[in-house]
């Protein structure tokens, strides 16, 4: 009996100083990750003059979100043509759904084991969000690359830490309407270009009994789609660092003219029933099979559920997509486009400079691995080869783009978690429960203040 | 001398103490990975942990009283109470009632008793996006049916519906779980000894009178295994409001673990979570202890 006690008592000690001794393991991968990534820095400014690329045979290892599809580019067509142009280099992807590759990020990352090449996401967005890794000293600087240098300046301010450039730009995505051409003609209706126009169109469908607009809000993230649109052209068109201020404490959501002015247009489309008033409970998939089918005019969404949306439903007809103009007259429209994913390379990775090689080749806008990948389409390439055969719906993005009129997705300058609180107040608002546009932006203040620690 | 004694005396043939050795392994892993991390969770919960950035600081009790402050806390508590005690109820009186019903002799007993069972099978992803369709707003099978009798099918909105949103998902809950409860329940009411009931009828009891004062009580031990795990299941409610509501409208479906996985895998608070969970760890606890002592007691009673 008393040894049994013993035995417990003993047991609970390992316990308790198995965890103790777990914890200050944890600071110490922490200073550690940081002091190699530190010397990382010092090797590396050493190394770029060397810059060699090994003669051996080397294997390097990436990881992507996603989920592969059948000829996937990542996964079967990139390590083929990067066995083409290093033949010495074999390049080994691993692609897991969005969940798992944070849970498996992190896990890596944490570990020390990261492969050499990953996926991040640019400004804060996400787990896996540029920023987040660099200030954590996981990404080797990019800046000087010549993809860096080709991908243009919007996409190269997506992917800045602290003057460097962590990731490779790899094209854009852009938030939209899309209409039903064929509807639009019936009734007369041409592309409106500023918010007045935007409203005489809906209410001109709501007369004619048509449903102007459908949405799916209860998948909440499909709120963003029209609000970032508007946002473009209210906030960030007349305080392009709107954002940056935001962190620093100059701007605040709650300044008037800003978000509330967004809120309160958004908002409208509700009130004047150019929304169907069921969008809470109708889900996104569900909100695009119903503008496919032809019961709505139009629905806001993003140039990457252009499958879905182009897919054949009940009613044959031709699909059209313009940027919602959030604007007023006379001023000009924005559009809101933002840089995909794309990749960076770890920092504690042995094969750096072998690293720096493939992303050239991939992003230098001739080789065959970049035209395979404008191929695969799933980006829109704004430069090199690819770049003149954009799919003419998002043409007239692309013009707004090149002409330096667009801005990012506004949740990209935020700490991943301000847009789901926007989301569930935005949703009270509209569910009835009495919550005004003022609550929502003092809501998003908030919590952008608490997630926002610096 | 004395030795040698001590060590005879210990050595028993049943179980030798070095077969104790033999547990060590399952102890080891056992320890690795459930006691440590739980115990890591504590830890967590007082710093602003973000789940990449290993460089935190401690912020003492901040996350508790933000979560508190916030009203994030009681709005979950609260949900997730209202979810528990639907589905305790409504699991339990369903299953009981069509317990009883395929209990006595009907034609085509077994076939209604599987076709009672099947929701059970489905997981809750394929029931919950089947669901989702049922009460999709105006074209859903409840929309469609209310419009086909001539009710107005527009205005049915569940899920889209703040009041009524929690006491959907918790309907479909029951749809899917009742079939479990019934199972137990039948094999409970089957130990019933006939001549019990024998006895009873010749006493002149009716049927309302036998289930009451013969047949429940003698499955009162049923009952508590029923409701016990669905309490469990109640608390632990996180399916439905992530696949059919993803929390909303608004955080009205937001339950204790919806909520956690929330803070944890969007908001990236790591730390604000842990303490979240410690958080639900003392409700839970608290929950089970009332029940357990609360169920003792009534077992015994009857």
Known sequence: ?454 | MEKKKNNKKNISLVFPNRMYLFAVPALLLFCVFWVFPVLQLFYYSITNFNGINYQYDFVGFKNYITLFREGTMTNSIKNTLIYAVIIVIGSNLLGLCVAMVLNIKIRGKAFFRTCAYVPALFSAIVVGFIWSYVYMPDSGLIASFLTLIGLDGSKFNLLGNYKTALYGIAAVEIWKSFGTTMIIYLAGLQTVDESLLEAGRIDGCNEWQLIKKVKLPLISSTITINVILNVIAGLKAFDYSFIMTNGGPGKSTNTLMFTIYKIAFTDQMMGKASAFSVVSFIVIILITIFMLIFMNKREVEL
């Open chain 1, 1 to 454: 009996m008393k040894r049994k006690r013993i035995g417990a008592l003993a047991l609970t000690a390992v316990l308790v100083l198995s965890s103790l001794t777990g914890c200050s393991k944890a600071n110490d991968a922490g200073s550690n990750s940081t002091s190699t990534s530190e010397s990382q820095a010092t090797s590396d400014s050493k190394e770029e003059s060397a810059g060699e690329v090994t003669k051996d045979n080397i294997t390097i290892t990436m990881m992507y979100s996603g989920t592969a599809a059948e000829n996937d580019f990542e996964t079967e067509i990139l390590p083929k043509l990067v066995k083409e142009e290093f033949p010495n280099i074999t390049l080994e992807v691993t692609k897991l759904p969005d969940d798992q590759y944070y849970t498996a990020l992190k896990t890596k990352l944490a570990s020390g084991e990261c492969p050499d090449m990953i996926l991040v996401q640019p400004k804060y967005a996400g787990a896996n969000s540029v920023i987040g890794l660099a200030k954590a000293g996981y990404l080797e600087p990019l800046t000087g690359l010549k993809a860096i240098e080709l991908a243009g300046v919007a996409g190269r301010e997506s992917f800045v830490y602290e003057n460097d450039v962590y990731a490779v730009p790899s094209g854009v995505t852009m938030l939209g309407t899309y209409y039903n051409k064929n509807i639009f003609e019936e009734n007369g209706l041409s592309v409106p270009t500023n918010w007045d126009e935007f409203l005489n169109v809906c209410k001109t469908l709501k007369d004619a009994g048509i449903q102007p607009i459908v949405m799916g809000d209860k998948d909440m993230y499909v709120m963003q789609f029209g609000l970032y649109q508007i946002a473009a052209n209210q906030v960030y068109a007349k305080n392009a660092s709107f954002d940056d201020q935001l962190r620093s404490g100059e701007t605040k959501f709650t300044d008037e003219g800003t978000w509330d002015k967004v809120l309160e247009m958004y908002k409208s489309l509700y009130d004047n029933g150019y929304i169907q008033t069921s969008s809470l409970g109708l889900g996104a998939q569900q909100a695009i099979q119903k503008f496919v089918d032809g019961e709505a005019a139009m629905t806001f969404d993003g140039s990457f559920n252009a499958a879905a949306i182009t897919a054949k439903g009940a009613v044959e007809f031709e699909r059209g997509y313009f940027p919602l103009p959030g604007n007023d007259a006379g001023t000009d429209l924005y559009a809101a486009m933002a840089m995909g994913a794309g990749p960076a390379i770890y920092s504690g990775s042995k094969y750096i400079e072998e690293c720096k090689a493939i992303l050239e080749k991939w992003f230098d806008g001739e080789s065959d691995i970049y035209k395979a990948y404008a191929d695969s389409g799933r980006f829109v390439v704004t430069y090199g080869y690819g770049a003149d055969k954009v799919n003419p719906l998002f043409q007239p993005f692309i013009d707004l783009y090149n002409d330096g009129k667009s801005f990012y997705w506004c949740n990209q300058g935020w700490p991943a978690g301000t847009e789901t609180e926007m989301e569930a107040l935005f949703s009270e608002a509209i569910g009835g429960q009495g919550t005004s546009v003022s609550d929502i932006v003092n809501g998003m203040q908030m919590k952008f203040q608490e997630l926002y620690t610096e």
